[in-house]
């Protein structure tokens, strides 16, 4: 691909030579790894939720004032997303990736020293609760800056393999801060973990996150952030790139907004509220529960790979088609063998897994080529984040609120049905940009397509129109 080339028209630049494969790596990694400390974060906070709230908020409310500070994370996310996302696009990608990761892996793990509620009183809620500010905020932009550095890393033929391995890193947080938090809860009982052990899993946050940062302070920024530096096409200023992406590029904030529904609906409800559902609703243990989890997590962490090169060979939009439908047709059979045995419902999470991975994997490659370079990390973060915050951290909340109203087990399975349809309706429009360059003031598969065959389909030549 290093001497092929595409018009210009509509300020696409020409496609430059790909990186080395062992530099790629080392991109990938740097961005997975801010994405792993985010949701080993979020593992780590949900599955010691109960010993949070009896050690700064004593009393019959405890559990829900836990939650109340979790859900704290997510409404911050937005507001990160409208300062981190326009500094990306102005400063460069990797500036504020390692802002971020350093935020981040600090506020979780000064979270596991603050002292309790018996040692300083309200200062001790109040430091938790500025403490999960800090940490949504950075998390507002972490997101939709890995994406964006990786897919401006990654080769525009095989963006969705490589792309697929940070959202290894997000299962790998998740399952890693599940496992560890089990394994001190398994050694010290429950009394100790109550007690102390609770901090154990927040204090490794910091190392974690220096790994990631160093990784990334080793690293030049993304190939195609450089050249629109090197040619003086990077927004002048932050809040030019807020209101450019707001002005020109509404319709694509309006389709990823929809994917992202359909997908954080699913992601949570099936990651996140799957342990309290399958405890609560269908009468497993929570070790019962929890190493159902992990098996479905780790399967679809084998499977990542293999979903993100299916895009890059049939196109992203078949494989969000894919996804949807079988979502749409399946999820509500599948949770009705959530109650018939442990083997089923082990089977009926794998099989909903399986289907949801043909989003999860392809994701990275297909939200950042909704917009163009100069406004890529803006655009993501601030589409991204809005919709996590309404529909992700209250996904568990409605699911759990359904079920109370209806009586109805099924009900998780029904909202994420009418989130797919919602994700329908922004896929409907979406430009296929499998293959397609990253580079330039274009809009990636509207401008222009390079030259060859489309992923799944007819051949277009370099300036055909999507």
């Not at 979780?108 to 999960?132: D, E, K, M, Q, Y």
């Not at 399958?278 to 499977?303: C, E, F, N, P, R």
């Not at 949801?356 to 939200?367: D, K, N, R």
Request: hydrophobic content about 50%; overall charge positive.
């Amino acid at each position: 691909m290093a001497s092929q080339s595409t018009a210009s028209a509509g300020g696409n630049a020409p496609f430059a030579a790909e990186v080395p494969v062992s530099l790629l790596r080392r991109a990938v990694a740097a961005a997975a790894i801010g994405n792993a400390t985010e949701w080993y974060d979020y593992g780590v906070y949900s599955y010691v939720a109960i010993e949070i709230g009896k050690n700064f908020f004593p009393g019959s409310y405890s559990t829900a004032a836990s939650l109340l500070v979790f859900a704290v994370s997510f409404v911050l996310r937005p507001l990160g997303g409208m300062v981190w996302g326009p500094l990306g696009d102005r400063l460069g990608r990797n500036k504020i990736m390692s802002t971020t990761i350093l935020l981040m892996s600090s506020a979780t793990f000064l979270v596991g020293v603050i002292p309790n509620h018996n040692s300083i009183g309200i200062w001790a809620p109040i430091i938790l609760v500025l403490l999960r500010v800090v940490q949504g905020f950075s998390t507002g932009g972490e997101y939709g800056g890995a994406a964006t550095f990786m897919a401006e890393y990654a080769p525009d033929a095989k963006r969705g393999f490589w792309g697929s391995f940070l959202e290894f890193g997000t299962l790998s947080g998740f399952t890693a801060g599940l496992v560890i938090t089990l394994v001190i809860n398994t050694i010290i009982g429950n009394a100790a973990m109550t007690s102390w052990g609770w901090r154990i899993p927040f204090l490794v946050g910091l190392p974690l996150g220096a790994v990631g940062l160093y990784l990334r302070l080793r690293m030049e920024d993304s190939p195609v952030f450089r050249e629109l530096e090197s040619t003086g096409e990077t927004e002048q200023q932050a809040s030019s790139a807020l209101m450019d992406v707001v002005r020109s590029y509404w319709p694509a904030l309006l389709r990823l907004f929809c994917l992202v529904v359909a997908l954080n609906v699913a992601d949570y409800t099936l990651l996140t509220y799957m342990p309290t559902y399958l405890q609560t609703s269908i009468g497993l243990s929570s070790t019962s529960a929890d190493v159902l989890i992990i098996i479905g997590q780790v399967t679809m962490m084998l499977l990542l790979p293999v979903a993100g090169s299916l895009s890059d060979r049939i196109g992203r939009k078949k494989c969000w088609w894919l996804s949807l439908t079988g979502l749409f047709v399946l999820s509500a059979p599948l949770f009705m063998l959530l109650d018939q045995s442990y083997g089923l419902a082990i089977f009926g999470f794998a099989i909903m897994g399986l289907i949801f991975v043909l989003q999860l994997g392809t994701i990275s490659a297909t939200f950042p080529a909704m917009f163009p370079a100069h406004v890529r990390y803006t655009g993501m973060a601030l589409a991204y984040n809005v919709a996590t915050a309404a529909f992700g951290g209250t996904a568990s909340y409605v699911d759990n609120a359904l079920i109370s109203a209806t009586g109805n087990k099924l009900m998780p399975a029904f909202y994420m049905m009418a989130a797919c349809v919602v994700g329908a309706v922004g896929l409907i429009t979406m430009p296929e940009t499998a293959g397609c360059s990253l580079r330039g003031r274009g809009v990636p598969g509207i401008i222009s397509r390079p030259a060859g065959r489309r992923p799944g389909g007819s051949q277009r030549s370099a300036t055909g129109l999507a």
